[in-house]
């Protein structure tokens, strides 16, 4: 069963940091993973998707890598603005559109 | 702009009473949706698949009576809370995965999500 953990929890940063947030997941054999951002009490907006054979994608100031073999993903976000603040979920998919989610970094820039 | 829509985004209601959440795709036809459930400060889990013209596949420990999912048109799956209780106050959240034309292969579209309060 894929299992799926986000590090940190929870990270504040002063506006303008650079700043990288982990996602770790148990089994690599996934078909892509894929990057959201939620507002609270909001849906999920999708942020970057990396298929299973690529190891980056990048989106204005936001860079995400793909290691399947050490199962980790990490999303980078250059120049932080109070706009970030949100919880950022990872979600690995293993085939058959199974999605897991991780369980989220919640994101706080200070202005 | 959103490419799935979800309605309502939130309700309120008494115990004993159900509730029916809707699922559209905009612009493109989804023949599977996802339909999941998040409590406070936790992550998504899902609660089951919905498949046009037939049964949906329902995740362990999710009961089909309770949820019932109806997928009858290639854009639209509908989740009513049956004799929703307390317990079932939750954030429900439907998606639906890139069809021809619309999104990357693999990439979830998220609907805005239903809040439900259950009195």
């Known amino acids: 069963k894929q299992e799926v953990t986000q590090i940190p929890a929870a990270l504040s940063v002063p506006e303008g940091e650079n700043l990288v947030l982990n996602c770790s997941f148990t089994?690599?054999?996934?078909?892509?993973l894929q990057w959201f951002r939620q507002d609270p009490g909001k849906g999920l907006t999708s942020l970057l998707l990396i298929q299973s054979s690529q190891r980056e994608q990048t989106s204005g100031r936001l860079n995400a890598s793909l290691d399947k073999s050490s199962g980790r993903s990490t999303l980078y976000i250059a120049a932080s603005q109070p706009g970030d603040s949100a919880t950022y979920l990872c979600a690995v998919s293993g085939g058959y559109q199974k999605v897991t989610f991780g369980t989220g970094t919640k994101l706080q820039v200070i202005p | 702009g959103a490419v799935v829509s979800q309605h309502p985004s939130w309700v309120i209601c008494k115990s004993g009473t159900s509730v029916k959440i809707e699922c559209r795709s905009l612009d493109f036809q989804a023949t599977t949706m996802f339909w999941y459930r998040q409590f406070p400060k936790q992550s998504l889990m899902l609660m089951a698949t919905s498949n046009e013209g037939s049964k949906a596949t329902y995740e362990q420990g999710v009961e089909k009576d309770k949820f019932l999912i109806n997928h009858a048109s290639l854009t639209l799956s509908t989740l009513t809370v049956t004799s929703a209780h307390p317990e079932d106050s939750s954030f429900y959240i439907c998606s639906a995965p890139s069809a021809s034309g619309r999104g990357r292969a693999g990439e979830l579209f998220f609907g805005e999500g239903s809040r439900l309060t259950v009195l």
């Open positions: 089994d690599s054999a996934i078909y892509n």
